[in-house]
């Protein structure tokens, strides 16, 4: 009789890993602390609470979030068939009835025969229990001691100061260049030139934009001190700017031959160099004010951010450092991870990674190889990205298409690029569980 298998977290993901393990025909114990214990955001018992929004966005195909709900359908995932039964009207977007969502997603639950649900704090894992951690970004304090102690301290965080994140194909190469400060290595960085004008036209805007109003407490406000929003600075006076994080210096434009009066920097945010990380820009702006002030900046007035800009708590592991590609701890036993904790942002995201860790559990009970999904799919850009990520600047990171292979035609206009994407996808992920199936 093998082990039953653990499931720690009954939120989005684990929920959905539980489900996969148990419908695969293995006995699954789900930890869940609430409401013994209740963590800073969630309000309820129930298991697959929304903490925040009730909406899972957008739900059409060329939107990168519609294709992975899509995806999980075809997968089989629960909370997408609840989520379906339980929709409210929101445009094009999924959203829910928050109360009957989690209620629908803890009665399949409960009623399953072969899940028990058991309502206490888990504080360690047994070696060598078969398990999937889902603990989220609220992991109890106890646990994440557990898991700083076992990864080691500097694989363990408890806070995102995330820059914005943009789309290399939307930005002006006309107004951009290519180099490294006084041309050492290789031209990693995109360099954004300001002349004097720019500059202060920006930062007068940057410094009255709108911001997040702080839920950070002494710790986090004592963390972040070392890692400043771009605002703050900016606001201790004009030119903090151009000697921090825009300091022109070991930088000429060829356009003017001169060095630029200041230079926003972007960074390779993946190998494939679709996306670029804004250097120094972690900030607090309200995301419509980031849109707005940061395509202010030369060569970004078409910018898609992928990702705003975010700093707040969140507990992740250094997954391309600690995990294998089937979402399993390095260091040996059936550990498996899932949700927000690997780094995947966002409900749907983390629905994703738990069905993949409650699926790939069982693969490796059964001595099988694990569900790796193609490139092409969502699947498989989320988690290559995150499994493949740079480990020394590893942060969350949400589905999008600037996460794909780029398509073999070029295709301008976006919709029909990314309705493209969206059917490579759809084909690529029946091509390969026709295969599995095989
Ligand atoms: C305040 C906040 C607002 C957010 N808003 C949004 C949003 O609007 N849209 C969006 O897409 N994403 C949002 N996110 C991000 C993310 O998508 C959600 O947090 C999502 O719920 C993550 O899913 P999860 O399963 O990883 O974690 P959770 O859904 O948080 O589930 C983790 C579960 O583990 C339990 N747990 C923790 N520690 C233990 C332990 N030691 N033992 C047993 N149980 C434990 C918790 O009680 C919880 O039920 C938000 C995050 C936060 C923190």
């Known amino acids: 009789m093998p082990k039953a298998i653990w499931v720690v977290g009954g939120g989005l993901a684990g929920a959905e890993a539980a489900w996969q393990a148990a419908n695969a025909g293995y006995?699954?114990?789900?930890?869940?602390?609430?409401?013994?214990?209740?963590?800073?955001?969630?309000?309820?018992?129930?298991?697959?609470?929304?903490?925040?929004?009730?909406?899972?966005?957008?739900?059409?195909?060329?939107n990168a979030s519609g294709l992975l709900k899509e995806e999980l359908r075809r997968l089989g995932s629960l909370l997408m068939t609840v989520a379906e039964e339980t929709k409210v009207p929101?445009?094009?977007?999924?959203?829910?009835?928050?109360q009957r969502f989690a209620a629908g997603i803890t009665a399949r639950i409960s009623e399953h025969p072969r899940i028990k649900v058991v309502r206490t704090e888990i504080s360690s894992i047994p070696s060598d229990q078969p398990a999937v951690v889902a603990t989220g970004p609220l992991t109890s304090p106890l646990l994440s001691a557990w898991l700083q102690q076992l990864f080691g301290e500097e694989y363990f965080y408890f806070f995102d100061a995330v820059a914005p994140i943009v789309t290399r194909e939307s930005l002006d190469f006309k107004r951009i260049f290519a180099a490294s400060r006084y041309g050492r290595g290789e031209a990693e960085y995109l360099n954004c030139p300001m002349?004097?004008?720019?500059?202060?036209?920006?930062?007068?805007?940057?410094?009255?934009?709108?911001?997040?109003?702080?839920?950070?407490?002494?710790?986090?406000?004592?963390?972040?001190?070392?890692?400043?929003?771009?605002?703050?600075?900016?606001?201790?006076?004009?030119?903090?700017?151009?000697?921090?994080?825009?300091?022109?210096?070991?930088?000429?434009?060829?356009?003017?031959?001169?060095?630029?009066?200041?230079?926003?920097?972007?960074?390779?945010?993946?190998?494939?160099?679709?996306?670029?990380n804004m250097v120094g820009f972690q900030t607090n702006l309200r995301w419509g004010e980031q849109k707005r002030v940061f395509r202010m900046i030369p060569g970004l007035a078409e910018a898609e951010f992928v990702r705003y800009g975010v700093m707040h708590r969140n507990s992740f592991i250094n997954t391309p450092?600690?995990?294998?590609?089937?979402?399993?701890?390095?260091?040996?036993?059936?550990?498996?991870?899932?949700?927000?904790?690997?780094?995947v942002e966002g409900y749907v995201e983390s629905i994703a990674a738990g069905l993949l860790a409650g699926k790939?559990?069982?693969r490796f009970l059964e001595g099988k190889a694990?569900?790796?999904?193609?490139?092409?799919?969502?699947?498989?850009a989320l988690f290559h990205h995150i499994i493949n990520a740079e480990i020394r600047h590893f942060q969350p990171m949400n589905i999008n298409f600037g996460l794909f292979p780029p398509l073999k035609v070029k295709i301008k206009e976006k919709l029909k690029k990314n309705r493209a994407i969206a059917e490579r996808a759809l084909n690529s992920l029946e091509n390969y569980l026709r295969n599995e199936e095989k």
């Open 321 to 343: 450092k600690l995990l294998t590609n089937a979402l399993q701890w390095k260091g040996g036993w059936p550990l498996f991870f899932a949700g927000q904790l690997i780094g």
């Open 90 to 98: 929101a445009g094009g977007a999924l959203a829910v009835d928050r």
């Open 27 to 62: 006995d699954v114990i789900l930890y869940e602390m609430r409401p013994e214990r209740m963590t800073p955001a969630h309000t309820t018992p129930l298991l697959g609470e929304l903490v925040c929004s009730n909406s899972l966005k957008a739900n059409n195909l060329e």
């Open 360 to 362: 790939n559990i069982v």
């Open 195 to 276: 002349n004097e004008e720019e500059y202060t036209l920006f930062w007068e805007n940057l410094t009255a934009a709108e911001v997040h109003q702080s839920h950070l407490g002494a710790a986090e406000k004592r963390f972040f001190e070392g890692c400043m929003p771009v605002e703050v600075l900016a606001a201790r006076g004009k030119d903090t700017l151009r000697y921090g994080p825009l300091k022109p210096v070991g930088l000429t434009d060829p356009a003017t031959g001169k060095r630029p009066y200041a230079v926003v920097q972007l960074r390779p945010e993946n190998r494939e160099k679709t996306l670029y």
């Open 370 to 380: 694990p569900l790796v999904f193609p490139r092409e799919t969502a699947m498989g």
